[in-house]
Every structure is written in C-alpha cells, then in structure tokens.
C-alpha cells in the first residue's frame, strides 16, 4: 500500500529524525523529530514556525545534503542517499559573488553541475541567452551586466531566485527569502515567485516566518513547533487561483492567516511552559 | 568642484609634508651647525648622491633584483601554504601555531646559519627577503579561503560541486583582495630582510654600501643608499596598489561612490 503510494508524492517523508551528532542522539535530543510529509508534484507548500525551530534544518534534510537519524526520505520516488541535483536553493541573503557580474552569477551553477558542466564551453552563448531570459522574467533586464553591489538588496535577491532556478531544478527550497527586504518590496517579489512557480510547475518548500507570504503562495501551510522541530499543523490553502495581492486584504485571507497564528501562539506559550527543557 | 579641490590637496599632501620635513631638517643642521660626520643635512645627502650616483645604482639594482627573487619566491610558497592552510581544516590546525611562532622568530637571526650554508653573497640576501615576506601572503590566502559563507557553500554542495569546485569558484577569487593587499606588506619586508641580510652576509648592495659608507665615517653616503632602499620599496609598494586596485575594483567599491 505504502509503496505504491510513493510513486504519487515527489517529497515523501517517512517518521524522519535527526540529532546533529552522535552525542546529541545518544542523549535522545533531535533537531526534528517524527516528521511526516507528503508533497504532490507541483505543490506548493510552505513551512511557518517561530526561528529555531529546525525550519533550516529540514531543508539539509530535503536537499539531502544532511542524512536523517532515523526514518526514510524519498524524492521524486527515489530514496535520497546524497545531495540532490534536481533541488535550487536561496537564501535570505543573496550571497552573490561580488566579482561577478549579475548574468555571470546566475550561470554559476550551470558550470558545476551536469550535465551542463560538460558543455559549459561549447553552449556557453545558449546558456547566456536562457539566464537572460530569465533574469528578463524576473525584472532584472537592463541589469544583466552591472555587478551585484550595484543593485538593490530586492534585485539581488531576484538574481539569487533566478541563480537557483537556471539548471531549471524540480525543486525550489527557498529559506526565508525576503525577509531582508522591506515590504513592498517583498509583495513586489511574491508576485515574481507566484508567475514563475505558475509557469513552469516545480515544486517549492518555502521556509517563511511571515504567515501573509505563507497563505498567499502555498497550496500547504505546515506550522512547525520549537525544540524539538515537528510538524503540529497542516494546513490546506483553498483560495483560488490564480491569486492577486489584493486577495491579502480579503476576509478570507486574513481569517486563515489568523488561524495559523493562534497554531503560533499556541505554541509558544507551551514552550515557554515547558522551559525546564535545555535549550 | 569643492570634493574636486579636496582631492587634489590629498594627492599632494604627501609631498608637502616631505618638503616641510627636509626643509625643517636643513634648516636645524643649518642653524646647530651639526657635524656632517654626525647627522649630514638634506643637502650633503643630496651631494653625496649625485657624487657617488654610479655606485649607489649598481648596489641598488643588486639589491632590488635579489629582493625580487627573494619576494617571487615568498609569493609561490605564499600561496600554496595559504591554499593548502586555507582549503582544509585540518592543515590549518596543524600548521598555523607552527607558523606563527616561525613568524615570531627574527630573521635577521637567521642570515649567520645561511651564511654558514651558502656563503657570502646572493643566497643569504634572498632567502631572508623570502623568509620575511612570504608569511602575510600565506596567512592571507588562507583567510581568503577559509571565510566562505556557509549558505553558499549550501547553493553549490546541493549541485554536487566538489571541494575543488568551490574553492576554484569561490574562495581563490574571494581572497584575492587579501592576497594583493598581502603583497603590499611583503614587498616593503622582502626590502628589510634583504638589506638586513647584505648588512653581514654579502659584498655587494644597499645592505653592504650602508655597512662600508658608515664604517668611512661617510654619513651622508649612508643616508642616500637609506634614502633609495625607502624610495624602491615605495614604488613597489605604489605598483601592487595600483595593481591591487585595478584586479580587484569589486572589494573597493565604497571608495567609488565618494
């Protein structure tokens, strides 16, 4: 029953723990602990928790690039033994190298990973074109050439989105992307991240703290608890799509963000009974 | 217009102290009417320079290539330490501490033992020149290297970039800044340890004019051999400035917008 199950989810986590080291396993102190997750190809979903509640840690987990302690992870039916090619990844801070020039950070993870490592030479005008393509969709045309310390902190995080993006990933693991930028900015981008999501149907983890961005981009709200990280709620978004910014100032909206806020609030104030935990 | 006229008292504002300095210092030699066997005056270094100029350019053309060599092999060793210190965890524990305390030790201790194993000349002056001057390029590369952003690191490992991706990507570029910013300090050592070294263990060079000049009671000789080992030194170090700010204009941005 399981297995054929496996076949229909492309994220799959089954019971999955993990303790940073040996030591920390030994004294039954996980990072996260019993998560259990289901993702359709294509889904959205999004991830909300308070910070330090091992939100970045599941994303190692999904990328492969940190094993599990206990449990079974399977992407895309295959179960994960190392990291994960198919995955893009950005961060908060857009971490472009200031030598390069915003096209040429873009292509940078096409000169690592196969197979457009190999033909990075041969195809280099191709693979030029499609980053300034992609650089064009996200707003960034007219910018491909000026180097990252002359943009905004909003376009060099479009330029960090499009840099994830190029080697065209199934999945997107986005880790609190925005949260630098002020807020129009920030709306500005969610409407970037909904067109490209829409257009070419990867799937996206977002990993968010702001419950407005969470319900207007996902399809899936999970809320996660504080020490030990673990899924305590999920959440299906049924707005409909597709969705416009004017959609957050709506009743409905605002009644599911609420809703997911009361889970927040729930949950703190059982970890601040429950201080007598070591950190 | 106002930022215009700043800029250009700033570029000769060097200049105007150093004519104040030698005007002031002939000024007292003129008034105390010091001995010039003593403390010679701007103007009998000046004499002394234009008399003995042959000789003064034949040692400092020794002093300056043996310098160099000295300073092309600090930069090779420099960086492959830096890049093997820098690159794994384990190298940079074990070598760093061991490095420092080398670095600790005074070089010029160690012209008599490279005497004793290379004889008077050449070899004694570039080793201390390279001895000197390759520590800074080696700690600066491996600065460079070992300061990578830990999301960064994330963004290449997931597309299963190799450790020797990433820092041909990253970190060798990323410490470049350091590694030219590096060579302005080495370049002035690399001038000290060889002249030091000429001092004792040589019969040609700066070092040596300064030892022989001194030692005839010809001071203001002396002062001009002193006087062109600070100006070689200050070229060079004018040159990897120039360099430094040529390759690497992404790290001094902030110097742009001004």
């Known amino acids: 029953m399981s297995t054929s199950n496996a076949d229909n989810y492309f994220v799959d986590f089954r019971d999955v723990w993990l303790a940073y080291n040996d030591e920390l396993l030994a004294q039954n102190h996980f990072a996260v602990e019993g998560i259990n997750l289901q993702v359709k190809k294509g889904e959205f979903i999004a991830i909300v928790g308070p910070s330090g509640c091992g939100k970045s840690t599941f994303m190692k987990l999904t990328t492969g690039l940190k094993m599990p302690s206990m449990g079974k992870i399977l992407i895309d039916g295959q179960p994960v033994t190392g990291p994960l090619k198919i995955s893009g990844m950005a961060f908060q801070a857009p971490s472009l190298l200031p030598w390069r020039t915003t096209v040429d950070n873009v292509l940078l993870p096409l000169e690592i990973v196969e197979p457009y490592r190999s033909t990075f030479k041969q195809k280099h005008k191709e693979y030029e074109e499609r980053a300034r393509k992609l650089l064009q969709k996200v707003g960034l045309g007219g910018y491909e050439d000026k180097f990252p310390w002359q943009l905004s902190g909003g376009m060099q995080q479009r330029a960090s989105i499009c840099r994830a993006l190029i080697h065209e990933p199934k999945m997107l693991l986005l880790d609190e992307p925005f949260g630098a930028l002020d807020a129009f900015t920030r709306e500005e981008l969610w409407c970037i991240l909904r067109d490209l999501w829409t257009e070419q149907q990867f799937n996206v983890i977002l990993v968010t703290h702001d419950l407005r961005e969470s319900v207007f981009l996902a399809d899936t709200v999970y809320v996660m608890s504080k020490s030990p990280g673990r899924f305590v709620v999920r959440r299906e978004i049924d707005l409909p799509r597709p969705r416009e910014l004017e959609l957050t100032y709506t009743k409905e909206f605002t009644d599911l963000v609420l809703e997911l806020r009361s889970h927040i609030g729930a949950i703190r104030s059982t970890t601040s009974a429950a201080t007598a935990i070591p950190q | ?258």
């Open chain 2, 1 to 258: 217009m106002n930022s215009k006229n700043r800029k250009l008292v700033e570029t000769w504002a060097p200049w105007v102290l150093l004519f104040a300095i030698i005007l002031l210092w002939q000024i007292i030699c003129s008034a105390f009417e010091v001995s010039e066997f003593i403390f010679p005056s701007p103007w009998r270094i000046w004499t002394q320079f234009v008399e003995y100029h042959t000789i003064i350019a034949g040692h400092a053309w020794r002093t300056f290539w043996v310098t160099m060599v000295g300073f092309g092999i600090a930069i090779v060793v420099g960086v492959l330490l830096g890049f093997v210190i820098g690159s794994s965890r384990l190298a940079y524990a074990a070598v760093y501490p061991l490095m420092t305390a080398f670095n600790a030790l005074p070089k010029a201790a160690f012209v008599p033992i490279l005497v004793v194993w290379f004889g008077i000349g050449i070899g004694p002056a570039i080793l201390t020149a390279f001895l000197i001057s390759f520590f800074p390029i080696m700690v600066n590369i491996a600065t460079g290297l070992a300061t990578l952003e830990p999301e960064l690191e994330d963004v290449l490992r997931v597309l299963g970039a190799k450790r020797w991706d990433v820092l041909m990507k990253v970190g060798l570029p990323r410490s470049m800044p350091y590694f030219y910013g590096s060579l302005k300090v080495a370049i002035t050592l690399a001038f000290v340890g060889t002249t030091v070294s000429e001092m004792t263990a040589a019969n040609e060079g700066i070092g040596y004019l300064l030892i022989s000049a001194g030692s005839a009671m010809q001071m203001g000789l002396a002062f001009a051999g002193l006087v062109v080992v600070g100006a070689m030194a200050m070229i060079m170090y004018e040159l990897f400035s120039f360099i430094e700010k040529r390759t690497t204009r992404w790290a001094h941005r902030g110097s742009q917008g001004e």
